[in-house]
Nanobody
Framework: QVQLVESGGGLVQPGGSLRLSCAASGIIFNINDMGWYRQAPGKERELVAVITSGGSTNYADSVKGRFTISRDNAKNTVYLQMNSLKPEDTAVYYC?????????WGQGTQVTVSS
């Protein structure tokens, strides 16, 4: 099994920045893609960014140019650097890892962008 723990969420003003971290533990070998999803109240969970084991990345159009996903395999950690935050970015952000055909989710961390 894979356990994922997110950290770094909080309250930030519009235009500000946050860096989310997701640390993986348990059976961490053979993890392939890792990514970040978010879910706002009353909305469906949506993909924010994905990074492969080789470092290739993909982003939702809504965050391109503002968010950066990265990965430190030695630390078993994936990051999401969020810049130029907007109120519409407010959501619970979830870390996801895919390993051998199964998906694993973190508990989520709240990000609130408000003045």
């Amino acid at each position: 099994q894979v356990q994922l723990v997110e950290s770094g969420g909080g309250l930030v003003q519009p235009g500000g920045s946050l860096r989310l971290s997701c640390a993986a533990s348990g059976i961490i070998f053979n993890i392939n893609d890792m990514g970040w999803y978010r879910q706002a109240p009353g909305k469906e969970r949506e993909l924010v960014a994905v990074i492969t084991s080789g470092g290739s990345t993909n982003y939702a159009d809504s965050v391109k140019g503002r968010f950066t996903i990265s990965r430190d395999n030695a630390k078993n950690t994936v990051y999401l650097q969020m810049n130029s935050l907007k109120p519409e970015d407010t959501a619970v952000y979830y870390c996801r890892a895919d390993r051998r055909g199964r998906g694993y989710w973190g508990q989520g961390t709240q990000v609130t962008v408000s003045s």
